[in-house]
Nanobody, 121 residues
Framework: QVQLVESGGGLVQPGGSLRLSCAAS????????IGWFRQAPGKEREGVSC???????????YYADSVKGRFTISRDNAKNTVYLQMNSLKPEDTAVYYC???????????WGQGTQVTVSS
């Protein structure tokens, strides 16, 4: 069974940065397209970003319009980890962020427990 573990969330001021990490201990992440989605109270789930598996030579990525230019997804296969670098954070980025297998722009499976990101002054 796929088990993903997110970390790196926290409280940050507007304009600040955080880096989220997604790790797996029982399988190799590079075989899968991995993504992040977020869930804020009272809001629908939003697919934030996805990165293709390592067999996809173009290393394609997807970003929601709301984060394009501010967030960067990447993978370190040696560490079996996928990262989400979040810069220029805004209060509306506040949510629980989940790492998951990515099947489409807002189609995910086997997500972890999530990590809370709070952007507030």
């Amino acid at each position: 069974q796929v088990q993903l573990v997110e970390s790196g969330g926290g409280l940050v001021q507007p304009g600040g940065s955080l880096r989220l990490s997604c790790a797996a201990s029982e399988f190799a992440l590079d075989y899968y397209a991995i993504g992040w989605f977020r869930q804020a109270p009272g809001k629908e789930r939003e697919g934030v970003s996805c990165i293709s598996n390592s067999d996809n030579s173009d290393g394609s990525t997807y970003y929601a319009d709301s984060v394009k230019g501010r967030f960067t997804i990447s993978r370190d296969n040696a560490k079996n980890t996928v990262y989400l670098q979040m810069n220029s954070l805004k209060p509306e980025d506040t949510a629980v962020y989940y790492c998951a297998l990515c099947f489409g722009h807002n189609d995910f499976g086997s997500w972890g427990q999530g990590t809370q990101v709070t952007v507030s002054s």
